[in-house]
């Protein structure tokens, strides 16, 4: 029998690594400010290991953010998403799975560089038009 993780405890995780990577650091270099290897950094954030309230505040320091931060869209206790429907959770759940990976962080930045809203909005509509054809063959 395996042990699943706890979904809070894998959401904390994923939201410690989406942090790590958006300010570019290495689970090595998180492991270091830690006195941790990054085998437990990885562990800590497939959410196969909780993090302590300590650690938890040793991790916001190293990754210089404020502690809400890694509960934001959090599950309840039971796993479910907070507030809303149902499928409005799937969607953020998927949304929130592609922004963690790392082409989600990649795209998410370079978009963000682009200042002129025109070419911000084309490229929506773009990636939109790309998404429709896709579901459609």
Do not use: C, W
Request: proline residues 4%; charged residues 25%; aromatic residues 6%.
């Amino acid at each position: 029998m395996t042990k699943v993780p706890n979904p809070i405890d894998r959401h904390v995780g994923a939201r410690v690594r989406m942090r790590r990577m958006l300010i570019g650091m290495s689970q090595e270099k998180l492991g270091e400010a830690l006195g941790l290897t990054f085998q437990q950094i990885q562990k800590y954030e497939k959410g196969a290991n909780r993090i302590s309230a300590s650690r938890l505040q040793q991790i916001s320091e190293a990754l210089n953010t404020p502690l809400a931060y890694f509960f934001k869209g959090a599950p309840s206790s039971d796993g479910a998403p907070q507030g809303g429907f149902a499928e409005a959770g799937v969607e953020e759940g998927r949304v929130n799975d592609f922004v963690m990976t790392a082409e989600g962080l990649s795209l998410n930045r370079a978009f963000a560089r682009i200042s002129d809203p025109k070419v911000r909005k084309k490229i929506v509509d773009l990636v939109t038009a790309l998404a429709d054809g896709n579901e459609a063959e």
